[in-house]
């Protein structure tokens, strides 16, 4: 099984704060890497596909990078809404599997 | 539009079975997969398993096999998964979620969740 690993765990920051969450992958899984957000008591919500595509209607301050076992995740200047927990995942090869998750939290 | 919606919550006794159902919409339901995620009190996204729409072709997660079954009614456009030999600890919200069948394959639409109590 590919493991992802996210880090940092969590993060305590402000509002118009840029932040950047990593992810990276046990082996190589090329683009094949997604970003979800997830807020307390809701399901998660596709932001990121192929490492570094905008998913229809998501703010362009979000934004990714990264290819074979490197990722990140960037927004840009954090907005009051984009408190919530976010997860990578890659869709190289079954098993799916997640990373385990970065809680954004205001400082 | 695209929707997924699930049944609801269900308490179940240690050992019991339990099956929630994923009704899709507004979309050709043989042409991707549902996928099927759960996720612990306080805890992360686990992949349990997937099948295809079309030949409901199935897929589980090694933690899973033996006790999962997925199944799919293509009639109702409908998505089950079955989980047997409930214990405590899989005491969770299971998620459905939907992927194409080609190419980076992201789940794009979920389901609201589906609570699953175990407790005697």
């Known amino acids: 099984d590919i493991q992802m690993t996210q880090s940092p765990s969590s993060l305590s920051t402000s509002v118009g704060d840029r932040v950047t969450i990593t992810c990276r992958a046990s082996?190589?899984?090329?683009?094949?890497l997604n970003w979800y957000q997830q807020k307390p008591g809701t399901a998660p919500k596709l932001l990121i596909y192929?490492?570094?595509s905008l998913q229809s209607g998501v703010p362009s301050r979000f934004s990714g990078s990264g290819s074979g076992t490197d990722f990140t995740l960037t927004i840009s200047s954090l907005q009051p809404e984009d408190f919530a927990t976010y997860y990578c995942?890659?869709?190289?090869?079954?098993?799916?599997?997640f990373g385990q998750g970065t809680k954004l939290e205001i400082k | 539009q695209v929707q997924l919606v699930q049944s609801g919550a269900e308490v179940k006794k240690p050992g019991a079975s339990v099956k929630v159902s994923c009704k899709a919409a507004?979309?050709?339901?043989?042409?991707?997969?549902i996928h099927w995620v759960r996720q612990a009190p306080g805890q992360g996204l686990e992949w349990m398993g997937r099948?295809?729409?079309?030949?409901?072709?199935?897929n589980y997660g090694q933690k899973f096999q033996g006790r999962v079954t997925m199944t799919r009614d293509m009639s109702i456009t409908t998505a089950y998964m079955e989980l047997s030999r409930l214990r405590s600890d899989d005491t969770a919200v299971y998620y459905c979620?939907?992927?194409?069948?080609?190419?980076?394959?992201?789940?794009?639409?979920w389901g609201q969740g589906t609570l699953v109590i175990v407790s005697s």
């Open positions: 979620a939907r992927s194409m069948v080609r190419g980076v394959t992201p789940f794009d639409y």
């Open positions: 507004g979309y050709t339901f043989t042409d991707y997969y």
């Open positions: 099948i295809y729409g079309k030949s409901g072709g199935t």
């Open positions: 082996q190589s899984i090329s683009t094949y």
């Open positions: 192929a490492a570094s």
């Open positions: 995942q890659q869709s190289f090869s079954i098993p799916r599997t």
